[in-house]
């Protein structure tokens, strides 16, 4: 193998190994089964989880309004990704039974009793708005201080 050709070879592997790692990257926290019951249940915050697949095309569709929708609530809830391409991520969907219900979608966690709630999932992609009325627009609301989880939901 000619250096050149060698060069290109491992800048590609490179590449490939950056995207795989950097999945997460600007929509959220990657989040595992190792890492959940940590990072989202035993948080205060409000947690919005989006399961998804790097190799599926709903997915892929979804990711840049999945990245605008992190960027401009990044101060009201927490927010996580879920790569079930990841042995890890798999097991952590397989237990919260996010894979009868399809990818991509994006639950939300009440840190007191573990209930996940469905807060978006289809394979049409919303736009930006549509996420936001979807989550934001009277299904799930931050519930008072003291009650006994962070998330009621709305009439």
């Known amino acids: 193998m000619t250096r050149f050709a060698s060069s290109a070879a491992s800048l590609l592997a ?9 999945v997460a990257h600007g929509s959220g926290e990657p989040i595992s089964k190792s890492t959940f019951a940590r990072r989202v249940l035993g948080n205060k915050d409000l ?22 929708f992190v960027s401009a609530n990044i101060h009201k809830v927490k927010f996580g990704q879920v790569n079930i391409d990841d042995d ?7 237990e919260q039974g996010v894979l009868d219900e399809g990818i991509p979608s994006i ?15 289809s394979y049409d992609v919303p736009t930006l708005q549509e996420l936001e ?14 009650a006994g989880g962070f998330l009621a939901k709305t009439a």
């Open 14 to 22: 490179l590449l490939a190994l950056c995207a795989t790692l950097g």
């Open 133 to 146: 009325d979807s989550v934001f627009g009277g299904f799930l609301k931050a519930a008072p201080k003291g």
């Open 88 to 94: 890890d991520g798999m097991a952590l969907a397989q």
């Open 107 to 121: 639950w939300a966690y009440d840190r007191s009793t573990g209930e996940a709630t469905k807060v978006w999932g």
């Open 47 to 68: 947690w919005l989880v989006e399961y998804m697949s790097p190799r599926c095309g709903t997915c892929q569709e979804m990711a840049p309004v999945w990245k605008q």
